[in-house]
């Protein structure tokens, strides 16, 4: 089942120096349970896609489609409030707020969403905690533990409200190699364990052996794109 699609989307920002085009005429089919790879240098465009496809910036032209609902249709707060219960984020900087512990930092978005009560989503928080297996640091502040962990703690926040998609954009890009492969497997244990559809972009070519499918971005364009691609959870976890 398709669960995301672009149809000629197309992003130009107006800049001093004139026109830079950021996305030409990208078209894609995402599949529900997929884990897909968007390799590309920087400037790429990479970061620009990611911003399409959760509305945190406008497109100039296309069509943006999450379960068939156009998402750039949406007002502004509409697609806050969309993008607060639909889509995971998670940032290669982390972006925990330095003054809640672990355990607020992942209440925080429920309670903005409104989709449990506090003690609920403090019991969720937990679950999720365990599931990163930091459910021991979870009164720390963010700055007494591991950027590793720190990012862990992302994922964990990003899957608060029980979104069906995550997009990452560089998750492991400031992580030893050790680090990153603990990350990819919990992307991986949300795909064919839970079910999550995955887009993730980096700059690491050497990646793209792990992604269920991967694309390669360049001068805002997507090449080698399988439209609909027969994705095989089987085959992901052969990769492991």
Do not use: C
Not at 70 to 79: A, F, G, K, L, P
Not at 158 to 178: F, M, Q, R, Y
């Amino acid at each position: 089942m398709t669960i995301l699609e672009l149809r000629n989307v197309n992003k130009t920002y107006s800049t001093a120096a004139g026109d830079f085009v950021a996305l030409k005429n990208v078209n894609l089919k995402v599949q529900a349970g997929e884990f897909l790879g968007v390799v590309g240098k920087s400037g790429a465009g990479k970061s620009t896609l990611l911003n399409m496809i959760n509305g945190v910036d406008t497109l100039t032209s296309g069509n943006v489609f999450v379960k068939n609902i156009s998402v750039h249709d949406m007002t502004e707060d509409q697609r806050a409030q969309w993008r607060g219960k639909t889509m995971g984020v998670v940032y290669q900087s982390f972006q925990l707020l330095p003054m809640l512990t672990l355990i607020e930092n992942i209440t925080l978005p429920m309670d903005l969403a409104e989709n449990f009560k506090p003690r609920e989503s403090k019991e969720r928080a937990m679950e999720l905690l365990k599931m990163v297996e930091l459910e021991e640091h979870a009164n720390k502040l963010p700055a007494f533990i591991s950027g590793g962990q720190q990012q862990r703690v992302a994922i964990a926040r990003a899957l608060a409200n029980d979104p069906e998609i995550l997009v990452a954009d560089e998750p492991t890009g400031s992580l030893d190699s050790v680090t990153a492969d603990i990350i990819f497997d919990l992307f991986s244990k949300l795909v064919y364990e839970k079910n999550k559809t995955i887009i993730m972009v980096t700059h690491d070519m050497s990646l793209t052996g792990k992604f269920s499918r991967s694309l390669t971005m360049q001068d805002g364009e997507l090449i080698e794109a399988e439209l609909e691609p027969a994705f095989d959870k089987t085959m992901m976890r052969r990769r492991k």
